[in-house]
């Protein structure tokens, strides 16, 4: 059983950065490979970066790519993205999810640990 902790969310304005992070309890950290996702309501959980156990592989969603960064510091048992050139449409409900697969999937059903969730808001 992993547990998953995010914060880091808030108010933003077009152009800030924000970095959250999701820090996790329960088991060996690194042994899971870790997911980033977001969400507005109405619509689907999107995929938006992945990062194996140990960090050697990242992935990003197409909308966030040359914008955001995922990272992990296993020792601290914590995950983060770190976001920068922020737009309106990146306003959303972030969640981070660990499951124990080899590389991270963009599905969101390939996850099974997640956290509760920080709403980032960016104004334009």
């Known amino acids: 059983q992993v547990q998953l902790v995010e914060s880091g969310g808030g108010l933003a304005q077009a152009g800030d950065s924000l970095r959250l992070s999701c820090t996790a309890s329960g088991r060996t950290f690194s042994d899971y490979v870790m997911g980033w996702f977001r969400q507005i309501p109405g619509k689907e959980r999107e995929f938006v970066a992945g990062?194996?156990?140990?960090?050697?592989?990242?992935y990003y969603g197409d909308s966030v790519k040359g914008r955001f960064t995922i990272s992990r510091d296993n020792a601290k048992n914590t995950g983060y993205l770190q976001m920068n050139s922020l737009k309106p449409e990146d306003t959303a409900i972030y969640y981070c999810?660990?499951?124990?697969?080899?590389?991270?999937?963009?599905?969101?059903?390939?996850?099974?640990?997640w956290g509760q969730g920080t709403q980032v808001t960016v104004s334009s």
């Open positions: 990062i194996t156990g140990r960090g050697g592989t990242t």
């Open positions: 999810a660990a499951d124990g697969r080899t590389y991270p999937s963009r599905s969101f059903q390939a996850y099974r640990y």
